[in-house]
């Protein structure tokens, strides 16, 4: 059949499965949102506030569904304000495909308007980009991008599509997966394009179970690999079966159930006591999903020091990039822990877990009468909550003291920026987890200084109807960076302190939702519970001094013992 590329470009995103687009439309992508209107219903099209904002809540659907998210974005300034929101993906890994029409093809590298190189651009930000200029390809290209963006080791992906290819027409042949007759050929094309991760070698699986097997002080790392593979499964009975301390990753939230009584709670540099102890202290660790990263191995030649340290990743290229390592396996790590499950022998520790818990696996914050302080409000929350609540964050403080006191039981239940370090994220990845999971209670956890990056997306929670819950942590200040300069820089408070932020609850009230402010733990409780009955959006204003710190912390290039503050 005959179909213009727009129409195209809609009928592959309905072979993958797509749903929901989130976007801003512009002159060059305007054929695409004339055909979507056309269809009426087929997608949902959320609008945001910013191409940014599009591009953090398709990643956002991405974690917390292990879909593909997808974004829309029209050409120059619109392509360009995709691009850090792309970041954020590759460096955790999320699997995105970001699609942008350029201009032209007789007008590419004419500087003209809302021209930009966007491939060039996001060529150290993507697994892969195209860039169309023949609509004959087009079909092919969309399906390429998706299997590269899911497989292996998943990641952002962009399509850059010329204008007049969205209008040219060609030969279109539906590969439907509804339907029957064409399922092999739909396979079969996508077979191509698939980029496996090589399969386990069950030599090297044999290696390591021999070292589990006579390892006497085992210690496990949970990365974000666990929470992309979906292997939270298999690393509770693998975890079990070993009898080891499991230590996680802020990735790793929800890869291993925070409740769990062999999670010793976070790793590095505002890891509890117990993880960077055992760490150091252990004879066999392995790390899964994990790539050492310098928030993790913050003094990569003393790391593990005592150890046979043993690395599965799905990506060869992370093995020995950060840390040496004894033995390692390349494969997802699923499959590889359903391979190495039967070899190991059932353990008990229970010396070296009496060691490692004897030290502190979370951190009890003081409290301070009349006043509010980061445990009280996530402890309330906690309280409060529905157990399986979705939460984002933004970074910083608030990001530290989210994933100290949450116990996170699921992949995609913590979404967060852990590479990039996004400020602005929270917001983006909360509306695309509420948009595919529409029952879930999701809360937004924030501080004053990132949540005004991207505070308006508030427009996008008011007008679909969205009850986010957002609860800022309003110390007056970038909390991290001060924090910082007390530690390190000698208070010197060098342009850290936020006195201009707006009044947040005269925001939420611009934008038609509810706003609280809280002082005390009292007073929390009662706003975050009218905020849990109401079914509208709600912001939080939260008073915390400005001093408060994350604790323990180790500084950076330090051993994982050196703690500067307990």
């Known amino acids: 059949m005959i179909k213009n590329g727009a129409q195209i470009l809609l009928e592959c995103l309905g072979e993958q499965g797509v749903d929901t687009i989130f976007g801003y439309p512009g002159g060059t992508i305007l054929n695409v949102y004339d055909e979507m209107y056309k269809m009426g219903t087929r997608f949902r099209h959320i609008l945001t506030a910013h191409e940014q904002g599009a591009c953090h809540a398709a990643d956002g659907y991405a974690r917390h569904t292990g879909k593909v998210g997808v974004c829309f974005a029209t050409s120059g300034p619109g392509a360009t304000n995709l691009t850090t929101g792309i970041a954020t993906a590759y460096l955790d890994s999320s699997p995105i495909v970001a699609i942008t029409c350029n201009v032209s093809t007789n007008l590419i590298g004419k500087d003209s308007f809302q021209e930009v190189d966007i491939t060039g651009v996001t060529m150290p930000i993507t697994k892969c980009n195209y860039l169309v200029r023949n609509v004959e390809q087009l079909a092919d290209t969309v399906r390429e991008a998706f299997a590269v963006a899911r497989s292996g080791r998943p990641g952002p992906v962009l399509i850059d599509i010329a204008k007049d290819v969205t209008a040219q027409s060609c030969d279109y042949e539906p590969l439907a997966v509804s339907d029957h007759m064409n399922q092999g050929r739909l396979l079969s094309v996508m077979k191509r394009y698939e980029f496996k991760p090589p399969e386990p070698d069950m030599d090297d699986i044999r290696t390591l179970a021999n070292l589990l097997n006579t390892a006497e002080r085992p210690m496990i790392i949970c990365g974000g690999g666990v929470v992309r593979a979906r292997a939270h499964r298999e690393l509770a009975e693998f975890a079990h079966r070993v009898d080891a301390p499991v230590a996680v990753t802020v990735m790793g939230a929800g890869g291993f159930s925070g409740q769990d009584p062999l999670t010793t709670g976070m790793i590095g540099m505002h890891g509890s006591q117990a993880s960077n102890i055992a760490v150091d202290k252990c004879d066999v660790l392995v790390a899964i999903g994990c790539r050492f990263s310098d928030r993790v191995a913050l ?268």
């Not at 997306?457 to 007008?463: A, G, H, I, N």
């Open 299 to 566: 003094k990569p030649d003393t790391f593990a020091r005592h150890a046979k340290i043993v690395q599965i990743d799905i990506d060869r290229s992370e093995i020995n990039k950060n840390v040496q390592t004894d033995h390692h396996i390349v494969g997802n790590a699923r499959k590889v822990l359903r391979l190495l499950l039967p070899l190991v022998d059932e353990k008990h520790h229970d010396e070296w877990k009496q060691e490692v818990f004897s030290h502190p696996k979370e951190t009890f914050y003081d409290e301070h009468p009349g006043s509010l302080t980061p445990g009280q409000v996530l402890n309330t929350i906690v309280k409060l909550s529905p157990s399986d609540a979705v939460v984002s964050t933004d970074v910083g403080q608030h990001q530290m003291w989210a994933i100290q006191h949450f116990h996170f039981d699921y992949p995609g239940q913590l979404l967060t920026s852990g590479g990039f370090g996004t400020m602005g994220f929270g917001l983006g990845a909360a509306i695309g987890a509420k948009v595919s999971d529409p029952d879930k209670v999701v809360i937004h956890i924030t501080g004053d200084g990132s949540f005004r990056m991207n505070c308006h997306e508030l427009s996008t929670v008011q007008y679909y109807g969205l009850p986010i819950i957002t609860v800022i942590f309003n110390n007056g200040t970038l909390g991290m960076v001060h924090q910082w300069q007390t530690l390190i820089y000698g208070e010197r408070y060098s342009q850290t302190t936020l006195d201009r932020s707006p009044d947040f609850v005269k925001l939420a009230e611009a934008y038609g939702l509810n706003g609280f402010r809280a002082a005390s733990v009292e007073e929390f409780e009662s706003v975050f519970a009218q905020a849990l009955a109401s079914d509208r959006a709600s912001i939080i204003d939260c008073t915390i001094d400005m001093d408060e710190m994350v604790r323990p912390m180790v500084g950076g290039g330090s051993h994982i013992t050196d703690f500067m503050i307990n």
